[in-house]
């Protein structure tokens, strides 16, 4: 579960949307793609990546993946899923990365 918004749980804490700034959201998407760079090397070929987060937000979703895939060749998403409130928990973001 990468560092995040926390996005996906505002239901059960909606005072911490109002902590959320550009700023703030911009750093973490920055640690989120450093982390994805420095654990791809990490991966055995042919092995698999999860990167989860507990956000429902795009940016730090389903963009950092896409832009993960760009910055590394070779890596193909296997299954990614998102989970809302609406599935009857937390919002929770998961994709699974395959290495080359």
Do not use: M
């Not at 560092?3 to 911009?26: M, N, V, Y």
């Not at 042919?46 to 979703?61: D, I, P």
């Not at 599935?87 to 973001?93: I, L, N, R, S, T």
């Amino acid at each position: 579960d990468a560092p995040c918004s926390g996005s996906g749980s505002w239901r059960r804490a909606p005072e911490a949307k109002w902590a959320l700034t550009e700023a703030r959201l911009q750093a973490l998407c920055a640690l989120q793609a450093d982390i994805l760079d420095r654990v791809a090397p990490l991966v055995a070929p042919g092995g698999h990546l999860a990167y989860a987060t507990c956000s429902l937000l795009a940016v730090e979703n389903e963009a950092q993946v896409e832009a993960f895939l760009v910055r590394h060749p070779g890596w193909q998403r296997r299954d990614q899923r998102v989970l809302t409130p609406l599935d009857g928990g937390d919002g929770f973001f998961l994709c699974l990365l395959a290495a080359p």
